[in-house]
């Protein structure tokens, strides 16, 4: 994942809600100030074209974040009640403006953070496609009004 340009170190935050509930989510960004864009529209047309090429997915994609959930069973006697809560990987996303939860089990873990990079990976291309595609726009314009050309 540090390959691409414009990304933040992940970071772990640790969060405790309700009564024997805790998340630990980790926190990664994109930064398109770290983009450099070069101005003329040959440079960007190529950029852009390098960009999209890359946009094939290599894995299979996945949409979401995955969080660890730590929390009592519920069940009168297990060790939860006391020590260690039972900790699960989740997989979450936006439905409709609802947090969907869809539990993944520890086997599958590495295999989905790999589609969940994988998403984050065309993510970040599309969006510097699309800044590209921007900058294209305004040399344009830029262009026009220097040869003094109306449209």
Known sequence: ?????????????????AAGFSLTVSDKRYNLSDTNVPTH????????AARVRKLVAQVPV??????????H????????QK????????????VQGKTQTTYV?????????GWIQEHRRIKQLVTEISELNRALIRAYVTERKRRGTRS
């Open 41 to 48: 529209p040959t440079l960007l047309r190529r950029r852009r």
């Open 62 to 71: 996945l949409a979401g974040s995955l969080v660890r959930i730590a929390k």
């Open 73 to 80: 069973c519920g069940r009168p006697g297990c060790h939860c």
């Open 1 to 17: 994942m540090g390959r691409g340009t414009g990304l933040h170190a992940g970071k772990r935050k640790c969060f405790f809600f």
């Open 105 to 113: 089990p520890q086997e599958m873990l590495q295999e989905v953070q």
């Open 83 to 94: 020590g260690a809560k039972h900790v699960g990987w989740y997989l979450t996303r936006p």
